[in-house]
């Protein structure tokens, strides 16, 4: 049973900077691709970034730069570090896995991920 448990959120100040992780478990974590998505109050939920099973990486045009998306295969854990942190980066974070590559392209649709965990708040004030 695949199971991904987030942790990490918390209120910053505009600025600021936190780091989100995920452990995941129930599967042969280094063979499944990655993403952190976010869904603010009452908008869609939307792809961050994400990895690959061969390493690759993808984020979304408006973290580029700030967020950066890592994993340990030894610890089953994907990470979020997210720096320069913006009022509209408050959201509920969630970490998604699926065990099909599908494509580099589909990497940020949510639509791809068949697991996903029950999500993290981050809340950044101004």
């Known amino acids: 049973q695949v199971q991904l448990v987030e942790s990490g959120g918390g209120s910053v100040q505009s600025g600021g900077s936190l780091r989100l992780s995920c452990a995941a478990s129930g599967y042969t974590y280094s063979s499944y691709c990655m993403g952190w998505f976010r869904q603010a109050p009452g908008k869609e939920r939307e792809g961050v970034a994400a990895i690959d099973n061969y390493g690759r990486t993808k984020y979304a045009d408006s973290v580029k730069g700030r967020f950066t998306i890592s994993q340990d295969n030894a610890k089953d854990t994907l990470y979020l570090q997210m720096n320069s942190l913006k009022p509209e980066d408050t959201a509920t974070y969630y970490c998604?896995?699926?065990?099909?590559?599908?494509?580099?392209?589909?990497?940020?649709?949510?639509?791809?991920?068949?697991?996903w965990g029950q999500g993290t708040q981050v809340t950044v004030s101004s």
């Open positions: 998604a896995a699926d065990p099909s590559y599908g494509g580099y392209y589909y990497l940020l649709s949510k639509s791809k991920y068949r697991y």
